[in-house]
């Protein structure tokens, strides 16, 4: 019996210390690696400065380039947003900025396909490394299982499925993005586009992400910073799209936040060239874009960037 | 209620359980490390294998008309692997939970895809509810002590009645009757295909014999799982002139790949090893302690690197 406690001792102590040694090794080369999600989660929730920060998912990633904001604004500028990620990500990003500093202005691109993805709160993991670091992290975790907790006794399991994307940067020798834009190229084929058909079904904005909005909102507020939707182009809209649009416009009007619908703008339009594919601009039409961002800016810029906050909104 | 076999099986026999409930049961540290043990390689079998797979047949399946015929064959294959990992892996939690208590439930999985024919197949997959079939349908229906039309009718049936088993669904009825099929016709034409094998000398390299009857066996189950895991039957028939075509780019998810491979490819690894060498149900044995122990501490560090852990629910607990 002694030979047995002493063999289940030594078993717990060699576990113990194989979880301890990988985990601190998958930590260093978690914190240094540049694979783009990674590296864009870290330096969102613990270094950007820039005056003029953009959040979403894969639309803000890819439509908005900071350097050219930057250039006409006279704002630094840098891309949080995150492909395949939901709102309460960037929720998260949001307040763990504001919990640093206070950056001139924040743009949120809300894009109508955001609300309806049912694996969003799957890709919150992407936090797991930061469980330690802040409650709404932790809570947003431990949300769906009661055994979450648990687990993070494990050094390990913070950086589960994380060592394809640590590998693939360093045999690539990925840099570190320093704006956060992500160009995509190609052209869309008009020909395998989805065709829509009108119907009359009602659809609403998904409760509980009304309330992450409303919680940006409030956050953005009490931090004194000024907040504004972009709604940023599409080829083609859904009537889910026009419903949500509208629905998020009234939303933004309710709490004076400055809302603007860009996703029919002329200039890109109608022009499949600029399209990589349905919802997604190439580099060609992320430039024009962006342009536009910049110089609504400018103008905006007395009433953006100034106390208080000036209600605008406009489908353009 | 004994709760490790309730939900999913194994389907076991009340002569085999019953008694054991009313038997004194001791503390016995091999056993219980030994249920463990097979606890641990269930739970891996469902997070780092059968859940990973998932994600990626889930992907191209719940979308089967997006996709090409290249990648819904990858797509199948994957669910082959699957299915089998998800109700093993099951299946070892609920035996390993038994064997810690005390109680000896049966083997439900034999690795399966070892089979060198549909036949053996079935004597490896759900053993509990193939025997259970046998017992209780095909030997009651006469079993093979009939005239020979007759004896292909039971098989037929049987087959066919154990897809219905699986849910009121026209996917697993066909499913079922694929199988009933593949072992009619594995009767009828057991004397051409040993003439074909002695003619084209493969009676003369078992080995590669071995390797060709496992590869066409588990072709023949992926066929099958086709409609197993399609929604409808026009999906499934979809899925199956497509995998034919064969045209299309193949659908690339480099991070779900890469890891569903290495997974296969560990689970083929240590399968082999315990289908030809050491006859176990436990992925680990070995005479040096340290050695087994590394292993299984091993076998903890892969589960917490790779294993998806969000809770999705085990296959056969809707059957």
């Known amino acids: 019996m002694k030979k047995r406690i002493v063999q289940f001792v030594l078993f717990v102590l060699l576990l113990f210390f194989a979880d301890r040694i990988i985990g601190l090794a998958l930590k260093m080369f978690y914190v240094k690696t540049n694979f783009i999600e990674i590296a864009k989660t870290r330096y969102s929730l613990n270094s950007t400065s820039q005056d003029v920060l953009i959040f979403g998912s894969s639309r803000a990633q890819h439509h908005y380039i900071p350097d050219i904001i930057a250039q006409k604004t006279g704002l630094s500028c840098y891309n949080c947003g995150l492909g395949g990620q939901g709102l309460t990500f960037s929720y998260i990003q949001i307040h763990e900025t504001l919990e640093r500093y206070k950056p001139k202005l924040i743009i949120l691109d809300l894009s109508p396909n955001l609300f309806f993805d049912p694996f969003s709160d799957q890709k919150l993991k992407i936090f797991l490394p930061y469980y330690s670091k802040d409650t709404l992290i932790r809570n947003t975790l431990t949300?769906?299982?009661p055994f979450e907790t648990y687990k993070f006794l494990s050094a390990i399991y913070p950086y589960n499925s994380t060592i394809y994307n640590i590998l693939i940067a360093i045999l690539n020798n990925h840099k570190f993005n320093t704006s956060?834009?992500?160009p995509l190229s190609g052209t869309l084929d008009t020909t395998a586009l989805t065709q829509y058909t009108h119907n009359n079904t009602q659809i609403q904005l998904p409760i509980k992400d009304a309330r992450i909005i409303l919680k940006i909102i409030a956050e953005c507020k009490i931090n004194k910073v000024n907040l504004m939707f972009i709604v940023s182009?599409?080829?083609?809209?859904?009537?889910?799209?026009?419903?949500?649009?509208?629905?998020?416009?009234?939303?933004?009007?309710?709490n004076d936040i400055p809302f603007v619908d860009f996703s029919e703008i002329d200039i890109i339009r109608y022009h499949k060239e600029f399209f990589r594919d349905n919802l997604h601009l190439n580099n060609t039409g992320a430039i024009i874009f962006s342009n536009e961002i910049a110089v609504y800016l400018q103008k905006a810029e007395k009433d953006i960037l100034k106390l208080p906050l000036k209600v605008r909104t406009e489908i353009r | 209620m004994f709760y490790p076999q309730l939900v999913a099986g194994p389907i076991e026999r009340p002569q085999n359980l019953l008694h054991q409930f009313y038997e004194k049961h001791y503390f016995e540290y091999e056993r219980i490390i030994e249920g463990l043990k097979l606890m641990l390689w269930g739970l891996f079998m469902k997070l780092v294998i059968a859940d990973r797979l998932a994600i990626y047949v889930n992907t191209v399946y719940n979308h089967a008309g997006q996709h090409s015929g290249k990648t819904l064959a990858l797509a199948t294959i994957l669910f082959a692997f699957q299915i089998y990992c998800d109700f093993a892996g099951y299946s070892n939690i609920a035996i390993g939970a038994a064997k810690v208590m005390g109680f000896k439930l049966m083997t439900n999985f034999n690795r399966p895809y070892f089979s060198r024919s549909i036949s053996e197949f079935w004597k490896r997959w759900h053993i509990s509810l193939s025997t259970w079939f046998r017992d209780y349908l095909y030997i009651s229906l006469g079993g093979n002590r009939v005239s020979v039309p007759r004896w292909y009718v039971n098989l037929f049936l049987v087959f066919t009645i154990s897809g219905l088993w699986h849910g009121a669904n026209w996917t697993y009825i066909i499913w079922g009757a694929i199988n009933g099929f593949y072992l009619v016709i594995a009767v009828v034409t057991e004397k051409w295909r040993e003439n074909i094998g002695k003619f084209i000398y493969l009676d003369r390299v078992p080995k590669i014999n071995n390797v060709f009857q496992i590869l066409i066996t588990f072709v023949?189950?992926?066929?099958?799982w086709v409609f197993f895991r399609?929604?409808?039957a026009s999906q499934?028939?979809?899925i199956v002139k497509s995998i034919i075509a064969f045209k299309g780019p193949l659908f690339v998810d480099a991070p779900q790949l890469a890891y569903s491979a290495f997974a296969i490819l560990f689970l083929l690894l240590i399968e082999f090893r315990l289908e030809y060498r050491h006859h176990s149900q436990l992925p680990f044995k070995s005479k040096y302690w340290f050695v087994e122990q590394s292993a299984y501490v091993f076998l903890i560090v892969i589960l917490l690197t790779t294993g998806v852990f969000d809770g999705s629910q085990f296959i056969y607990f809707q059957f």
Request: net charge positive; aromatic share 12%.
């Open chain 1, 143 to 145: 949300k769906g299982s």
């Open chain 1, 180 to 182: 956060g834009y992500v």
């Open chain 1, 233 to 254: 182009p599409a080829y083609r809209k859904s009537e889910l799209d026009y419903q949500i649009i509208k629905q998020l416009a009234t939303l933004s009007a309710s």
């Open chain 2, 220 to 224: 023949l189950a992926c066929f099958a």
């Open chain 2, 230 to 232: 399609a929604e409808s």
């Open chain 2, 236 to 238: 499934a028939l979809y």
